[in-house]
C-alpha cells in the first residue's frame, strides 16, 4: 500500500532532509534576552542535527565537544559516499558553523564538492541556494573554472523565480514562504547587481502581500513558527527591518509573531497551540540571530563567522600575555583578549586605518628606530605574509595571531630535533630556520637562525653560524622548545616560537590507545613522537583511529614527512587533474610524485581519497628505499600470484627486507586496504633502516 503524505509532513520533511534554515526576533520584547533563552533550552535538549550545530553557532554558543567529534568522524566516514549536493551543503555549512575550514576539513574539500557537483539541480533550487549560503558562510574561494560559479548559481536562483516574485518546491506551482525566505537569504550578498536587486524587491512584495492577518504565514495550511523564521532570516539578510511597519499587522510586528510561538522554557514550537518542537526549534534561534546582527548592523546571520583562534602578545624580552578568543579580525582578536588579561592594548586611529599604538605600556620606538607592534599569523602549521592591516585581516579557525614588538624581527621557519625523537638519556641536534618575506620575490627567504637562543626544559644551548644547536642527553618526557632572540638594546632578531619536543615514546598516549594492536601500539608512538604519523580528532583528547584506511594522499604525506623532501620544490612534478591547488595535501603529492616516489592511477588523475593497497605501499617503499625489486620471490609468499605484476618484485623487497611482513599462515594480502596503524609500522620499519 502506498504512503499517503499530505503538504504538511511533506515541508517538514524537506525543511529537515534537504536543508531549510531559519529565524525571526522581536521589536516590543527583549529579543536579545529571548536569543539567550532559546539558546540554552537548544543546548539543553542537546544538539540533534547540524542544523542545530549551526544555530547554537549563530547564537554566539561554542559547540560541545561531542558534537564536534560526531562531526568529524561524519565527514571521514560519510561525507565521499553524499549523492546529494544538499548534503555536502548542510554539512559545510556545519563545519565553517564548528571554525573549521570546510575546504579541507576531515581529509575532503566539501566546498570542492559543492561548486562541481553534478547533481545541484536535482532537488530543485534547494540546490543552487544553499550553495551560496555554503560557500559564502566562509567566504570560500570559487575557481573561474568550476562546474558552479557563484555567477551561474545566482542566475539559477533568478531564474526559479517565480512571475509573482515567490518561490516553490520542486513540482508546485504556488509560492512556499520558507524557500523564499530561504531565496532572499542566498541572493542578499549579491544585491549590487540590479538585477538580483530587483528580484529581491520582487520577493520582498510577494512576502507583504501573502502575510496573514496575525502577522504570520499560512503554508499548506497551517501557519508554523519556521515560515515566519525563514521570512526573518530572508528580511534581515536583504537589509530589511523584520519589527517594522512595512510587515506589521495589528499592531503586532513580524517579530512579535515569532515570539508568539515560544514556550515557557525560551524554545520554540511549531505551531499554535504551544508544543515542544524538535525538528523546528532551531530556525527560531537563527531569525532571532538574524535580527541581532541586523540590530546591531554586525552584518548577515551567513556572513562569515566568527573563528576560534589562539593569541599571544610577545613583548621586546618576554611574553606578556596569552589566551583563546573568537573573532572574525585580528584587532578584534588582540583587543578580546588585551582587555581579558589586562593587557592594556592601545589602539589609535590615523587616516590610513586603525593602528596598535602601545601594549602594556610599551610604545613604539623604545629603541629610537622604526621599533614597534607588528603581527603575524600562523595558519595550518605555516606562516603568512598579511597584506593588510590588522583590523582588515579575516581569520580563520584555528590561526595564531602573534602580536609582537619588533623590528626587522624575523619568524621562526622551522625547528627540527635531529634525531626526531630522541631516545631516552639520548644527545640531539636542534636545527633551527628563519624567513623574512622578500617583496621582490613575493615570497619568504628562509635562512640559517643564527645566535638565537634554544631552551629544552633547564637546558638553553645557542645555536651556531649554521642555526644548530646542540643538546646533551635529557630524560625521557615531553619538553617545550623554545627558540628567542631577546636582546637588551633592540628588539628581537626573531619572534619567540615553540614546538613540543618528546624524548622517548611512554609520553605520548592516545585516547583511543586501547583500539590499537599490540603489534602495532611502538610503532605508533614512535612514529607520532617523531612527527612521521600525525594524530585525528578535533577535540582536546589525542586519537589515532588506528582502524581507519589510508588514502593515497595520507600516504604521500607521510612520504614526505619520512624523507624530509621540500614539499615547494615540485617543479617537475607532473599535474594531476584532481589534485586541487592549495588542498592540504596538494604539496605533498607534487613532491612525492616530482621524485618519483608515487605515480598516478591514469587518465592524469591520483585519486588523492582511494585508499592505500598493502601491493601499492610495497611499491612506495620500495621506491623510497631504491630496493632490488627484480629478485624473484622464495615461495615464503602464499599468494603472491594474486598481486598486480607490477607489484610482485616490490612485495618480494620489501618483505625480504622485513619492512613488510605477511599474516601467520604466509599471506601477504596483496590487495587488502592500508590501515593507519599497519601504515605506521611500515614507515617507521623504514625510517629505523634510514637512521
Known amino acids: 500500500m502506498k504512503a499517503i503524505f499530505n503538504r504538511a509532513v511533506l515541508a517538514v520533511l524537506l525543511a529537515v532532509a534537504l536543508i531549510v534554515p531559519a529565524g525571526a526576533a522581536s521589536a516590543a520584547a527583549d529579543t536579545s534576552a529571548s536569543l539567550r533563552q532559546a539558546g540554552d533550552a537548544l543546548l539543553a535538549s542537546g544538539i540533534r542535527s547540524d542544523w542545530d550545530a549551526i544555530a547554537a553557532s549563530q547564537a554566539g554558543y561554542a559547540l560541545p565537544a561531542a558534537y564536534l567529534a560526531k562531526l568529524a568522524d561524519a565527514v571521514r566516514k560519510e561525507a565521499p559516499a553524499f549523492r546529494n549536493v544538499t548534503d555536502f551543503e548542510r554539512t559545510a555549512l556545519a563545519v565553517t558553523a564548528a571554525g573549521q575550514d570546510a575546504s579541507a576539513y576531515g581529509g575532503i574539500d566539501l566546498i570542492e564538492r559543492i561548486y562541481n557537483h553534478d547533481r545541484m539541480l536535482n532537488q530543485g533550487v534547494n540546490g543552487p541556494i544553499y550553495a551560496l549560503l555554503a560557500l559564502d558562510y566562509g567566504e570560500y574561494d570559487v575557481p573561474a573554472s568550476a562546474k558552479w560559479t557563484r555567477g551561474k548559481l545566482v542566475a539559477e536562483v533568478l531564474k526559479a523565480q517565480l512571475a509573482d516574485g515567490s518561490y516553490a518546491f520542486s513540482g508546485e506551482k504556488a509560492g512556499n514562504p520558507d524557500l523564499t525566505g530561504a531565496a532572499l537569504t542566498a541572493l542578499a550578498p549579491y544585491f549590487g547587481e540590479p538585477e538580483v536587486k530587483q528580484a529581491g524587491e520582487r520577493a520582498v512584495a510577494w512576502i507583504q502581500s501573502r502575510q496573514d492577518k496575525d502577522g504570520g504565514f499560512t503554508s499548506y495550511g497551517e501557519s508554523s513558527s519556521e515560515s515566519v523564521a525563514q521570512i526573518v532570516i530572508g528580511l534581515a539578510s536583504a537589509g530589511y527591518d523584520p519589527a517594522g511597519a512595512d510587515f506589521a499587522r495589528d499592531g503586532a510586528s513580524l517579530i512579535d509573531k515569532l515570539l508568539s510561538f515560544r514556550n515557557a522554557d525560551g524554545s520554540f514550537s511549531h505551531a499554535l497551540p504551544l508544543a515542544p518542537n524538535a525538528y523546528g526549534a532551531y530556525q527560531s534561534v537563527q ?19 566568527a573563528a576560534s583562534v589562539s593569541v599571544s602578545v610577545e613583548g621586546p624580552s618576554s611574553t606578556l600575555g596569552s589566551g583563546v578568543t573568537r573573532a572574525v579580525y585580528a584587532l578584534d582578536a588582540l583587543t578580546q583578549v588585551g582587555t581579558a588579561k589586562k593587557l592594556g ?17 610599551v610604545a613604539g620606538g623604545k629603541f629610537g628606530g622604526y621599533d614597534g607592534w607588528m603581527y603575524a599569523v600562523e595558519r595550518k602549521g605555516a606562516w603568512i605574509n598579511p597584506s593588510v592591516g590588522m583590523g582588515d585581516f579575516k581569520l580563520r579557525a584555528g590561526d595564531r595571531l602573534v602580536v609582537f614588538y619588533g623590528d626587522g ?8 630535533a635531529e634525531p626526531r625523537q630522541p631516545r631516552d638519556n639520548e644527545p640531539f641536534a636542534v636545527q633551527v630556520s628563519q624567513q623574512e618575506w622578500d617583496y621582490t620575490a613575493g615570497a619568504f627567504n628562509v635562512t640559517p637562525a643564527a645566535g638565537v637562543s634554544v631552551t629544552a626544559g633547564s ?5 651556531d653560524a649554521y642555526g644548530k644547536a646542540s643538546f646533551p642527553a635529557l630524560p625521557a618526557g615531553s619538553y617545550d622548545l623554545t627558540v628567542t632572540g631577546y636582546s637588551p638594546s633592540k628588539a628581537p632578531s626573531v619572534l619567540k616560537h615553540s614546538v613540543r619536543l618528546t624524548v622517548g615514546s611512554t609520553a605520548v598516549k592516545f585516547a583511543d590507545e586501547k583500539n590499537i594492536a599490540a603489534w602495532a601500539l611502538p610503532s605508533v608512538k614512535n612514529g607520532y613522537a617523531s612527527g612521521l604519523l600525525s594524530g585525528t580528532g578535533t577535540g582536546e583528547a589525542l586519537t589515532f583511529s588506528p582502524k581507519d584506511t589510508l588514502t ?7 612520504a614526505v614527512r619520512l624523507l624530509g623532501l621540500d614539499a615547494g620544490s615540485s617543479a617537475t612534478a607532473p599535474a594531476f587533474s584532481d589534485v586541487k591547488a592549495g588542498s592540504w595535501y596538494e604539496s605533498a603529492v607534487r613532491a612525492a610524485a616530482a621524485q618519483g616516489i608515487v605515480s598516478g592511477t591514469g587518465d592524469g588523475k591520483f585519486q588523492p581519497n582511494a585508499p592505500v593497497t598493502r601491493q601499492d605501499m610495497a611499491v612506495i617503499l620500495a621506491r623510497v628505499l631504491k630496493l632490488d625489486t627484480a629478485a624473484a620471490g622464495d615461495g615464503s609468499i602464499r599468494d603472491l600470484g594474486t598481486a598486480s605484476a607490477y607489484a610482485r618484485g616490490s612485495i618480494v623487497a620489501v618483505h625480504g627486507s622485513e619492512l ?14 592500508v590501515s593507519r596503524e599497519m601504515a605506521a609500522v611500515a614507515i617507521v620499519n623504514v625510517y629505523e633502516s634510514l637512521k
Do not use: W
Not at 592594548?345 to 586603525?354: D, N, Q
Not at 637546558?459 to 645555536?463: G, L, M
Open 345 to 361: 592594548v592601545v589602539v589609535k586611529e590615523m587616516s590610513f586605518g586603525k593602528y596598535v599604538d602601545a601594549i602594556g605600556g
Open 459 to 463: 637546558v638553553t644551548v645557542t645555536a
Open 660 to 673: 613488510m611482513v605477511g599474516d601467520s599462515a604466509g599471506s601477504f594480502r596483496p590487495k587488502a586496504q
Open 552 to 558: 593515497r594522499a595520507q600516504f604521500a604525506a607521510l
Open 287 to 305: 531569525a532571532l540571530a538574524a535580527y541581532e546582527k541586523f540590530k546591531a548592523g554586525s552584518g548577515r546571520l551567513y556572513g562569515m563567522p
Open 409 to 416: 624581527t624575523k619568524l621562526i621557519s622551522c625547528i627540527a
